[in-house]
């Protein structure tokens, strides 16, 4: 008889990741640009897209470029002073480096203060004040900053350059004029709600659009975001998922109590099987 090819459009059930495995989409390959960005992430390649001030402080950050390994991202809640051209150290630094075989975009990488976090301690105590605080992603390369995104909450940027001398304020550095949010308004705890697949550069125009975060009362990050964003390489309009909610009563479906992977992903498998 003849051989024929079966098509098996779904994978076998994904197993859980480690508890301390950042989110990633499952069908992306890994490290598209293996020459890239070790050392040059630009504004907006990173954005933060949650954040809990009170009660268990925490923050996801969203990689919306692929990251080859060994690249290592720096999140402090120290304030910077654009005057001096440096940080105030009297807070912390955490540090995230990225493991062998890289990272797709799309992947969610998470700090969380008092539990299973991607980032470890660097220096100081980064805890995040519900009085009002920033958060700064960043690289450090042969001594020089290369800021990539910023969210100052419920305090607005210090627009006085020599003088953010309060552990509650930063100035913006100018490297993040575009790539910030700012929220001014009460709320510890704030999360995107908006659509997790699109470009990069429409995600990042919802993602930097307020109207598109909501206040999240405390709500774990890491289920919020069990399933990772798709950044889709091919430019369109709008992009194609309906958006998430910050609201969630059960737990998704598709992801693990601790550290939730996202549904599988279609695929075709061209395995040949003889039928008698």
């Known amino acids: 008889s003849l051989p024929t090819v079966e098509a098996s459009l779904w994978p076998s059930a994904a197993s859980e990741a480690p508890s301390v495995s ?29 954040f809990n001030y009170g009660g268990t402080e925490e923050f996801a950050v969203l990689s919306l470029v692929s990251l080859v390994e060994g690249t290592e991202i720096l ?3 120290n304030g910077f ?4 051209d440096s940080f105030r150290a009297s807070e912390g630094i955490v540090s995230y480096t990225v493991p062998a075989g890289g990272l797709p975009e799309g992947t969610v990488i998470f700090y969380n203060q008092g539990g299973n976090s991607n980032f470890t301690a660097l220096t100081g105590n980064l805890a995040l004040s519900n009085s009002g605080d920033q958060i700064l992603v960043y690289q450090e390369c042969n001594g020089v900053v290369n800021f990539v ?7 607005s940027w210090n627009d006085d ?23 001014t308004a009460t ?5 995107y709600t908006g659509p997790t697949e699109g470009t990069k550069a429409g995600l990042q ?7 598109n975060w909501e206040v999240s009362e405390g709500l774990p990050l890491e289920p919020i975001f069990g399933g990772a ?6 430019e369109s309009d709008a992009p194609s998922t309906a958006p998430t909610t910050a609201d969630t009563t059960a737990a998704p479906t598709n992801v693990a109590s601790v550290a939730p992977t996202s549904a599988p992903t279609p695929v075709v498998s061209l395995t040949p099987t003889l039928i008698s």
């Open 149 to 155: 995104y910023g969210v100052s909450n419920e305090r």
């Open 229 to 234: 964003f798709v950044v889709d390489d091919v």
């Open 161 to 183: 350059d020599d003088d953010a001398n309060s552990s509650n304020e930063s100035n913006l550095p100018s490297a993040l004029a575009v790539f910030n949010l700012e929220f």
């Open 81 to 84: 002073v654009n005057g001096t």
């Open 187 to 191: 709320g510890n705890d704030r999360t």
């Open 205 to 211: 125009g919802l993602i930097n659009d307020e109207s």
């Open 75 to 77: 999140a402090t809640d």
């Open 22 to 50: 950042p989110v990633v989409p499952e069908s992306a390959p890994p490290s598209s640009n293996p020459t890239e960005f070790l050392c040059t992430l630009s504004p907006g390649d990173l954005v933060i897209v949650g």
